[in-house]
């Protein structure tokens, strides 16, 4: 039985596989490892560079396991996580895309912070290439502090750790029974993750950069819909937080403040006393009317500047956008994240 697995599902990955196991190769941990492979139907020369590594791997010591189909369409990135995870035999699971590449040291550093907090899910700080590629997110992501990786995890950036990252024990990924396989447009990860903090899972990241996360306009990301992410958000609010607040109020008398609003259920849109803004043009107009309630009267709702704003907030400005006015504006309230203020964003 291996120590750790590393877990690489791959559909058509020809043009990055070489470099990716070869970082696999690479790694200094110098325990049992094995590599868990499984091809979604892939159509290009994936198949045979897999037969190619086999034996790369295995003279280095690395165990190799294989799996597959050849049907007509992929079954998505979900079932070929778990197919890999199922065939594989490691304590420790250690999560990579068939288009990323690890550092030498990843496997080692993690592992250690795995058996430090053996009911979390460990990350790691990365960077993407093209180097100019998602700098808002990527600055985002490695920057956390260890007390915001459970907090933020409402915003659109998604998991706060992100998955290619991803490192955990056995028992970790079997208590959240695997991921969903509904197949493209899925967001296969962040069910996950929920499903994972729901359990009363931690989240934990290793403060090094370990792995090259490239970005492309193949990768599946771009597969999932803008509103099927926004839904999960939402869901996940409204059970995390909202459920155990009496009155909040929505920082942001725009198009995001008031597209939350209308996706709360009548339940805690009444728990709302008004939003809060800075434009002063919002501000001005003193009221927000739900048009759309078939209450009678329709639902008012005032608009005040941030400084007069009844806590606890829902944030739904995006951070790191105006050269730091909102972050010192925010600051100004002397707030506690998590307990006076969330970030939906």
Not at 112 to 127: S, V
Request: negative net charge; hydrophobic residues 35%.
């Amino acid at each position: 039985m291996a120590d750790v697995s590393v877990i690489v599902p791959v559909y058509n990955g020809e043009k990055w596989l070489c470099e990716c196991l070869e970082s696999v190769e690479q790694q200094t941990f110098s325990g049992r490892l094995q590599l868990s492979m499984y091809d979604d139907g892939s159509t290009d020369g994936t198949s045979d560079l897999i037969g190619t590594w086999r034996q790369r791997l295995e003279h280095h010591g690395i165990e190799v396991v294989t799996g597959g189909h050849t049907d007509a369409q992929p079954r998505g990135v979900g079932y070929a996580k778990n197919m890999a995870v199922r065939q594989s035999t490691g304590d420790f699971l250690c999560f990579l895309d068939a288009d990323d590449v690890m550092h030498c040291d990843r496997i080692r550093s993690q592992i250690e912070a795995a058996r430090a907090h053996p009911n979390a899910i460990i990350g790691c700080c990365f960077h993407r290439t093209p180097g100019d590629s998602t700098l808002r997110f990527t600055r985002w992501a490695n920057s956390l502090s260890p007390d915001q990786l459970p907090l933020q995890v409402f915003t659109s950036h998604g998991p706060t750790v992100i998955m290619p990252t991803w490192f955990c024990s056995r028992k970790v990924f079997n208590k959240v029974s695997g991921f969903d396989e509904g197949g493209k447009g899925v967001p296969e990860d962040l069910m996950f993750f929920y499903r994972h903090l729901d359990l009363d899972g931690d989240v934990v990241r290793v403060d090094r950069d370990l792995l090259t996360y490239r970005y492309h306009p193949q990768a599946t990301t771009f597969s999932v819909h803008e509103d099927t992410i926004w839904n999960l958000r939402v869901d996940f609010l409204q059970k995390q937080v909202l459920s155990h607040w009496s009155k909040f109020t929505i920082w942001n008398a725009g198009k995001q403040g008031r597209k939350l609003f209308r996706s709360l259920t009548p339940e805690n849109q009444k728990k709302v006393c008004g939003f809060c803004d800075v434009d002063a043009k919002k501000i001005s107009k003193g009221v927000y009317i739900y048009e759309e309630s078939k209450e009678r009267p329709k639902p008012r709702l005032p608009i005040m500047h941030f400084s007069t704003a009844i806590p606890p907030l829902i944030i739904c400005v995006k951070q790191d956008l105006t050269s730091g006015s909102f972050e010192e504006n925010l600051a100004s309230l002397n707030l506690i994240e998590g307990t006076e203020y969330v970030h939906f964003n």
